[in-house]
């Protein structure tokens, strides 16, 4: 019985024409089953090698199964067979990306997009792949050619904010500060709320009157950084503090001696934590971004981590400290009154305050169009004399690479000599 029954469906397949085979095969693939339609294509190319939609069904099926290099050899043979045919150009280019193959997806899609230039998924393919390059080759070639697709993809997405991010970011690599400020604007005329956009945009005007930097917006800078922080800051950005904070604790202190109860604020993925636990009584770790402290709690490294603002942390802690640490984390802060107070009240008598500013030439402190602020040196010396510390180091050194240039800071280490109340 079954044996006829296999026989008759067999001789129903060699009597079906091609449309119903390709029928048959787009349903058989649509209920999921890929190697059956797989195996109703591959009779069908027999009989009409040159039908096009067959080879695109059975590209996106290769696809499916993570062939990208199978999918892109189908796709090509059907652009063989329909050269102008813009579409089938725009799926090379995305399987071409898939296989890692870019610099053939980029040529794939900017052929799609010479045929239709107002395609958006051509255009955002070729302003993410290039950025993505452009990134990684620190080429000005490529942001140029990046911007260039993502100033397109905007004119026709007029309400797009995450292209008009990258956008923004491409002309901040350019130095065309002017376009990035106008793009910032247009953010924040699509998105006000977007506390990003608001501050940046005061940050790039350059006016003298913030004082802090919305903690929203740096709660968003660095939840979206955490993932590659580590590997971009201390791979690319060859950032130094946590080994400038281990070198200066041990010029200070003997071999075994410690820091005892330790508090990170700002801890960020841990870095610090990395450089001096060895030297830790206890170590706790305080950063607002929930990203950031996640990829701190995989390292093992603290005893306690909080989600938190320093200033509420600081406000809120009962145990006193002996050594509180801030690396690379005052320049999201601005001015720094409050801090000090605070971390006044929190560090045991004798305690030290480590932390790291970026310079000021000027005098006072300044929000910068990076959206950091600098403070200058007579400005830390100021809140030093005013909170009861006393400075036992301040070495003014390259915090990291901003772009090719290297960025100057310092590192002060300060001793809390008598209670900030006391003054
Ligand atoms: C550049 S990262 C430095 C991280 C870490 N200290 C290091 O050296 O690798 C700055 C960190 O400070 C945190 N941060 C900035 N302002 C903060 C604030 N007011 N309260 C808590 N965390 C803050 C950010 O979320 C970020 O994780």
Redesign the pocket.
């Known amino acids: 019985m079954a044996k006829k029954r296999q026989r008759r469906h067999a001789q129903k397949s060699v009597a079906l024409k091609p449309a119903e085979r390709y029928a048959r095969a787009l349903r058989q693939y649509e209920a999921g089953h890929l190697s059956r339609a797989e195996q109703t294509l591959n009779a069908l190319i027999k009989l009409t090698p040159n039908h096009v939609e067959t080879r695109v069904l059975l590209a996106r099926i290769c696809a499916h199964l993570d062939e990208y290099d199978r999918a892109s050899a189908e796709l090509q043979k059907a652009i063989e067979l329909e050269p102008s045919n813009a579409q089938l150009r725009l799926n090379l280019g995305e399987v071409l990306y898939q296989a890692g193959r870019e610099l053939e997806a980029v040529t794939a899609l900017e052929t799609a997009h010479h045929m239709d230039p107002e395609n958006r998924r051509a255009l955002d393919g070729l302003s993410s792949i290039l950025f993505k390059q452009a990134k990684s080759e620190r080429s000005v070639a490529l942001w140029t050619r990046a911007r260039s697709y993502l100033e397109r993809y905007c004119a026709l997405e007029p309400t797009n904010v995450p292209k008009r991010w990258i956008l923004a970011d491409c002309y901040e690599r350019e130095g065309a500060k002017d376009k990035r400020l106008q793009t910032l604007r247009e953010i924040h005329s699509i998105a006000p709320e977007d506390p990003s956009a608001s501050h940046l945009i005061a940050a790039a005007d350059g006016r003298g009157e913030v004082t802090t930097?919305d903690?929203s917006y740096?709660?968003d800078?660095?939840d979206a950084a955490a993932e590659h922080f580590d590997r971009e800051?201390v791979d690319t950005l060859k950032?130094q503090?946590?080994q400038q904070i281990k070198s200066g604790v041990d010029a200070l202190l003997k071999a075994g001696q410690s820091l005892g109860h330790v508090l990170?604020?700002?801890?960020?993925?841990?870095?610090?934590a990395e450089a001096i636990r060895s030297r830790c009584q206890s170590l706790t770790g305080?950063?607002?971004?929930s990203q950031?402290v996640e990829n701190a709690r995989k390292k093992a490294l603290y005893d306690n981590l909080h989600v938190?603002?320093?200033?509420d942390y600081l406000d809120e802690a009962s145990t006193p400290y002996d050594t509180i640490i801030?690396?690379?984390?005052l320049m999201?802060?601005g001015a720094l009154e409050d801090v000090f107070a605070k971390v006044a009240q929190r560090l045991a008598e004798g305690g030290l305050f480590i932390f790291s500013i970026e310079l000021l030439a000027e005098s006072g402190f300044k929000l910068q169009s990076s959206g950091r602020f600098a403070h200058s040196d007579a400005y830390v010396h100021q809140l030093i004399s005013r909170f009861g510390f006393s400075q036992i180091q301040g070495q003014e050194m390259t915090i990291r690479m901003e772009g090719t240039s290297p960025l100057m800071g310092v590192l002060y280490v300060l001793r809390r000599v008598r209670r900030s109340g006391s003054m």
Do not use: H, K
């Open positions: 930097a903690i740096v709660r800078v660095f800051l950032y503090v946590p990170d604020l700002g801890c960020g993925t841990g870095l610090v305080v950063d607002v971004s950031m938190a603002t320093l200033e801030a690396a690379d984390v999201y802060v």
